[in-house]
T-cell receptor
Framework: DTGVSQNPRHKITKRGQNVTFRCDPISEHNRLYWYRQTLGQGPEFLTYFQNEAQLEKSRLLSDRFSAERPKGSFSTLEIQRTEQGDSAMYLC?????????????FGPGTRLLVL | AQSVTQLGSHVSVSEGALVLLRCNYSSSVPPYLFWYVQYPNQGLQLLLKYTTGATLVKGINGFEAEFKKSETSFHLTKPSAHMSDAAEYFCAVSRIQGAQKLVFGQGTRLTINP
């Protein structure tokens, strides 16, 4: 068990550019979540995958955001035409579908700065 | 809908003193409750969780929390603070069926004074 990994750890981009983040969950974890955390706030839910199916999306996830989880393994989160308001820490978490009360294991996050 | 309120964005205690971080939740259905800790530039680590059963939950690093349904609270305590406890603490709630997305409070920054 090597934990949840995220790449890159830091990303600086110019407004209007596209960025893509990757999340590698703990192997055999079938659930994967993306959250966004801005300075001084708690993380906010963005989207959720059960295996390769994207089952829920937050209203925070505008049309410029897209997430995938091909083959139910790693996941990518793409932001198109970035805006300064997209600057945040993007966190990925994975879990195993439990009988009750799952534990989500978080990665270290990708910190995005849009100039 | 679910929401979490953490009372006090900053809490400062002396080393060896009691730590008390307050969390109140709102949920239209019975929830699961969690406390996570976040160290600078790191992801979140689970301290403890309440799902069912005993309302006093013990977690890692000497922390514990008590679920009080009548008060809709899930306060986090530790009898004796250590310098290494300095971090950001988040209370979270999730539903118990389907996608168990976490709804977080705004966090409480804990500072430990020597």
């Amino acid at each position: 068990d090597t934990g949840v990994s995220q790449n890159p750890r830091h990303k600086i981009t110019k407004r209007g550019q596209n960025v893509t983040f990757r999340c590698d969950p703990i192997s055999e974890h079938n659930r994967l979540y993306w959250y966004r955390q801005t300075l001084g706030q708690g993380p906010e839910f963005l989207t959720y995958f059960q295996n390769e199916a994207q089952l829920e999306k937050s209203r925070l996830l505008s049309d410029r955001f897209s997430a995938e989880r091909p083959k139910g393994s790693f996941s990518t989160l793409e932001i198109q035409r970035t805006e300064q308001g997209d600057s945040a820490m993007y966190l990925c978490a994975s879990s195993l579908d439990p009988l009750g009360g799952e534990t989500q294991y978080f990665g270290p996050g990708t910190r995005l700065l849009v100039l | 809908a679910q929401s979490v309120t953490q009372l006090g964005s900053h809490v400062s205690v002396s080393e060896g003193a009691l730590v008390l971080l307050r969390c109140n939740y709102s949920s239209s259905v019975p929830p699961y409750l969690f406390w996570y800790v976040q160290y600078p530039n790191q992801g979140l680590q689970l301290l403890l969780k309440y799902t069912t059963g005993a309302t006093l939950v013990k977690g890692i690093n000497g922390f514990e929390a008590e679920f009080k349904k009548s008060e809709t609270s899930f306060h986090l305590t530790k009898p004796s603070a250590h310098m290494s406890d300095a971090a950001e603490y988040f209370c979270a709630v999730s539903r118990i069926q389907g996608a168990q997305k976490l709804v977080f409070g705004q966090g409480t920054r804990l500072t430990i004074n020597p």
